[in-house]
Structure formats: structure tokens, C-alpha cells
């Protein structure tokens, strides 16, 4: 099996900055994507930005330009650096991973979660 493990999350203020990681770890043949997503009180879970094996980066417009979302695919990790942070980025965030944990090509790819880390930021 796959394990994501999250850190980095905690209070800050309106203006501040935090940095996340997610470690995933177990069988890991190949990994597509890795990325972040966040659910607020009340919302749907929402995609945050997602860092590709090939290396290519998307993010959700709210966040565009205030975080930074990276990887490094030898050592299954992702960071997301959050800067100029608003109290409507407070909310869970989930590391979130696809994964390949079969030898072969035709294996499947699996999604995975970790168990979420608290953001909060006060105005």
C-alpha cells in the first residue's frame, strides 16, 4: 500500500506564509501526480495545484501567483509554499498522490489521501 504523510500546517496571519510537505511512501512503482487539495467549513474539497512526473505545475486561479507547488519525483515528495495568505485560505489541506504500486505498464493507477493538515489564517 501508499502512505502520504502531511506537515507544515498551523496559524498565521493575514499577509504570512506557510509551507507544506507531503512524503509518500510504500509501494511505488511510478507516480503521475502529486499535488494538494483543500476543503474549507462548509465547501467542497477544491484542487489547490498539482505537480506532474513530467514536471508540470496547475493551480486552482485563487491561488495563482501567491503559492508554489513542487516536487521532487526520485524521492516522492511535494512542497507547496503559500505566501501572501487570506483568511479564505483557511482549510484542510490534503496531500493527494496517483499512483502506480504494479510492475507492469497495464497496472492501474490508484488516488491517494493523506489525512490533512489544519491551515488557518487570521485576519
Known amino acids: 500500500q501508499v502512505q502520504l504523510v502531511e506537515s507544515g500546517g498551523g496559524l498565521v496571519q493575514t499577509g504570512g506564509s506557510l509551507r507544506l510537505s507531503c512524503a509518500a511512501s510504500?509501494?511505488?512503482?511510478?507516480?503521475?501526480?502529486m499535488g494538494w487539495y483543500r476543503q474549507a467549513p462548509g465547501k467542497q474539497r477544491e484542487l489547490v495545484g498539482l505537480?506532474?512526473?513530467?514536471?508540470?505545475?496547475t493551480y486552482a486561479d485563487s491561488v495563482k501567483g501567491r503559492f508554489t507547488i513542487s516536487g521532487d519525483n526520485a524521492k516522492n515528495l511535494v512542497y507547496l509554499e503559500m505566501n501572501g495568505l487570506k483568511p479564505d485560505d483557511t482549510a484542510v489541506y490534503y496531500c493527494?498522490?496517483?499512483?502506480?504500486?504494479?510492475?507492469?505498464?497495464?497496472?492501474?493507477?490508484?488516488?491517494?489521501w493523506g489525512q490533512g493538515t489544519q491551515v488557518t489564517v487570521s485576519s
Open positions: 493527494y498522490a496517483v499512483i502506480r504500486s504494479g510492475t507492469l505498464t497495464s497496472d492501474p493507477y490508484n488516488d491517494y
Open positions: 510504500g509501494r511505488i512503482s511510478s507516480l503521475y501526480a
Open positions: 505537480f506532474t512526473g513530467s514536471g508540470e505545475t
